[in-house]
């Protein structure tokens, strides 16, 4: 139990990476202190809830599902909806006016669940799945709606994930049409799949309620829901035990009511700065540069610059996903070998030439570009073996995301 702990509080703790911005999380912190004094001067409070939303929230809660550590499930509300209702409200109403609940509705089991294909002895190999009070669940799915209510008019329209009445085949059809219109151009395409890791981990709270607020989200709610994120914590539960409590400091709940929304809150401005960046793909005059489901994004470019570009803005690095991911380094060998072997029948000097200068990627994205000087006679060889490479790395990372 002790490496459970350890495991879980290590990922709840804000740690301070490479190249993170510190001063720009020192000035969030104190906007945010302005901000609450600015609205809670305001003296505006928040709208009551009342009986119509109550019900709703208690007949969307998933029967069948864990209770929670009081033992109590959603069938206990459903069940007794018409006794429970008159006093659900007023306890809630008591939250909205003192703009905060009891340390008692901020904790939550985190069940550990094995990824597919993954090391069962690694407690990394785990995803952790958090069950939180029943009553929770009900504020929580009050305050989402009433957040979508206006986030859902500024999302992102390259999100097709966590939202009411948008399939995420959505992403997918965007994905393969703008292949297709690629296709019909005779224009490369480049396919790029990201996951943002330990997404949902590892996100910084002042930066979340930061971002909720220039979002619109602002005034008392604000100030809830942020109050709601101070002082959390879980235990962790395996075989039947439980941990001592583990302090939330970073990061949102994987299975709460309002992480979805909060997750898309922090990680629309991303997809905002693409599509205003105006690189990548499309189809006709839409941009589709970054269809994105939740946290896994495709990104989409008809060249090595656009590419690299979006993935700035991602934070990621082309040259490291095509020339230097270990996990990939067989496909890579594989393959370069051939286009080595294929360039070597003409002339030796050239593909070694190609290396000395550090153009292998520019030869693997685009064996045509001036930078490149290489033999047309071996052009059309060396760009289906290529699109092959490029082809199994894609397939093989997509299939580590998805385990």
């Not at 879980?8 to 001063?23: C, G, K, R, W």
């Not at 901020?106 to 993954?118: N, R, S, V, W």
């Not at 992102?156 to 995420?168: A, I």
Request: with cysteine; aromatic share 6%; proline share 2%.
């Amino acid at each position: 139990m002790k490496i459970w702990q350890e495991h879980f509080q290590q990922l709840a703790t804000p740690t301070l990476e490479e190249n993170f911005d510190t001063e720009k999380l020192e000035l969030v912190e104190i906007q945010n202190k302005i901000i609450e004094s600015i609205e809670r001067e305001k003296g505006q409070g928040i709208d009551h809830v009342n009986v119509k939303e109550v019900n709703k929230a208690v007949k969307n809660l998933k029967a069948g599902k864990a209770p929670d550590e009081d033992g109590i499930s959603a069938e206990h509300y459903k069940y007794g909806m018409d006794e429970l209702t008159p006093f659900i409200v007023h306890l809630l109403n008591l939250i909205l006016t003192y703009l905060d609940v009891t340390i008692f509705l901020k904790t939550g089991i985190l069940t550990p669940i094995l990824k597919k294909e993954k090391d069962k002895t690694l407690p990394s190999s785990y995803r952790g799945i958090t069950v939180t009070k029943t009553f929770a669940k009900i504020l929580q799915s009050i305050l989402k709606d009433r957040v979508d209510s206006v986030f859902n008019n500024i999302q992102n329209s390259l999100q097709r994930g966590f939202t009411e009445g948008v399939s995420s085949l959505c992403a997918a059809f965007l994905t393969s049409e703008a292949i297709e219109e690629s296709k019909k151009l005779k224009i490369l395409m480049i396919l790029i799949t990201l996951d943002a890791e330990k997404a949902f981990d590892k996100l910084n709270h002042e930066i979340l309620f930061n971002k909720l607020y220039h979002y619109g989200i602002k005034g008392k709610l604000w100030i809830l829901l942020r109050n709601l994120y101070k002082g959390m914590s879980i235990k962790v539960k395996w075989e039947g035990q439980c941990t001592e409590d583990v302090m939330v400091l970073q990061g949102i709940q994987q299975g709460a009511k309002l992480s979805t929304t909060l997750y898309k809150c922090y990680n629309n401005v991303i997809l905002d700065s693409i599509l205003k960046s105006g690189l990548g793909a499309r189809i006709g005059d839409i941009q589709v540069p970054a269809p994105t489901c939740a946290d896994d994004i495709a990104v989409l470019a008809n060249s090595t610059a656009d590419a690299q570009g979006i993935l700035d803005i991602e934070n990621e690095d082309l040259e490291h996903f095509i020339l230097r991911c270990k996990e990939l380094e067989q496909i890579r060998s594989k393959y370069c070998s051939k286009i080595e072997q294929t360039m070597n029948e003409i002339d030796t000097s050239t593909y070694k030439k190609i290396i000395q200068q550090g153009n292998l990627l520019q030869l693997i994205m685009d064996c045509t570009s001036k930078d490149i000087n290489c033999y047309s006679t071996v052009y059309e060889n060396i760009e289906t073996l290529a699109r092959n490479m490029c082809y199994e790395m894609h397939m093989l990372r997509t299939k580590r995301i998805k385990t």
